[in-house]
């Protein structure tokens, strides 16, 4: 496969990580130093805590991705490697799953206080696609690991 085949997916990833970036060092110090309602802004510190502590399965699921892809550049797509990377990124998805839901009940707290259900619906968005990316995952992680047992198979036939 030609070097460069996957660039366009390789600058996703980087658009995808700037953004978090970014808000991760001013947004989140913004919301903290000024929050809207200054009577509850207490009960932003766990929020604000869980957001922090989920950027990190985040960036890793990104180099785990940008890995696979250069992976793929280099044709080792059906590799053991390629198979503990797409392991990597369920893991990541899972723990970036599980710390919203931890966080989710702090959400609650601030929708009853500000009156304003609709924010546990957007409290919920990161739980579900955290575990819609760890279920593509671990698909591909089992299709990957099959076509590499069958690949091995037919080389021993050989």
């Keep these: ?13 980087i658009i995808m990580g700037v953004p978090v970036l970014a808000l991760g060092i001013f947004g989140v110090f913004y919301l903290m130093k000024n929050p809207a309602n200054p009577d509850y802004a207490h009960i932003l ?6 957001m922090y502590l989920s950027v990190l399965p985040y960036f890793g699921a990104l180099y785990q991705s940008f890995r696979l892809l250069n992976f793929i550049d280099k ?28 966080v989710l009940p702090f959400v609650y707290v ?13 409290g919920m968005i990161p739980v579900f696609g955290g575990l819609v990316i760890s279920v ?22 050989v």
Excluded: H, W
């Design 75 to 102: 044709n080792e797509a059906f590799s053991q490697i390629s198979v503990n990377a797409l392991k990597f990124i369920k893991y990541c998805g899972i723990t970036f799953s599980a710390l919203y839901v931890i």
């Design 110 to 122: 601030v929708a009853e206080l500000d009156d304003a259900p609709g924010l546990i619906i957007v």
């Design 1 to 13: 496969m030609k070097r460069g085949t996957t660039l366009f997916l390789k600058l996703a990833l």
């Design 136 to 157: 593509f995952a671990a698909v591909l992680q089992r299709l990957l690991q099959e076509a590499i047992n069958i690949k091995s198979e037919n080389e021993l036939t």
């Design 45 to 50: 510190y766990p929020i604000v805590i869980g």
